[in-house]
């Protein structure tokens, strides 16, 4: 169906969203009131739309995003599904609030944990949530013991734009090897706090 309308052979990379849920309302989220639906693929679901993909357009990796993927139950099925039967790259997107546990499970499938942070320390937990920093660290930490490279994500805000650079140095000391920095879009909840928005471009200097 991809191939026939777009005229498109190869996919090589599929960004899966597991599901909406999850276990933050950060400020700026682009989801919005979709966080609480209960809307998710099941691992049964998920494997045969990787399958498809593997096998119709060669699809190579899979970035598992949500909501949150760590409060999905059948996270570890799907990826080590894709893992071992598939042979894809394995990538989550993740808070990383309190995914020990679980992370180490599956820290043996897994290519690549990108852990979002909106800068350090406070200003990290006022737009996502308190104590979400240091769990952050944490899991970034405990991912590099067990061997799994490890990236970040920033939205950049109003709120953050002073700590980019800052941050970058903590989690290079954490041997974070790459930091994505998002543009705010005022969707979602976002739209609901334009104060977040960086309207003059010059501060990006």
Do not use: W
Not at 132 to 154: E, H, I, K, N, W
Not at 194 to 204: F, G, H, M, R
């Amino acid at each position: 169906m991809i191939g026939e309308v777009t005229g498109i052979r190869k996919i090589r990379m599929l960004y899966l969203q597991l599901l909406y849920r999850c276990n933050f309302t950060c400020l700026h989220c682009f989801h919005g009131k979709r966080l609480q639906y209960a809307d998710a693929f099941t691992a049964e679901e998920a494997v045969r739309l990787l399958t498809l993909m593997r096998d119709e357009y060669g699809t190579e990796a899979v970035t598992l995003l949500g909501g949150e993927p760590f409060v999905h139950r059948e996270l570890p099925q799907v990826v080590r599904h894709a893992k071992e039967e598939l042979g894809q790259r394995v990538e989550i997107c993740t808070n990383g609030y309190r995914i020990e546990r679980r992370l180490t499970e599956i820290a043996p499938h897994l290519d690549l944990l990108r852990v979002s942070l909106e800068g350090v320390g406070s200003t990290n937990d006022g737009i996502r949530k308190r104590g979400s920093y240091q769990s952050a660290l944490s899991s970034l930490s405990l991912a590099r013991d067990l061997g799994v490279p490890t990236g970040a994500t920033m939205t950049v805000t109003s709120h953050n734009i002073g700590e980019v650079l800052p941050l970058a140095s903590i989690l290079g000391q954490l041997g974070v090897r790459q930091l994505k920095l998002h543009h705010l879009r005022p969707v979602g909840n976002a739209a609901d706090h334009p104060e977040l928005l960086v309207t003059d471009t010059a501060a990006y200097g």
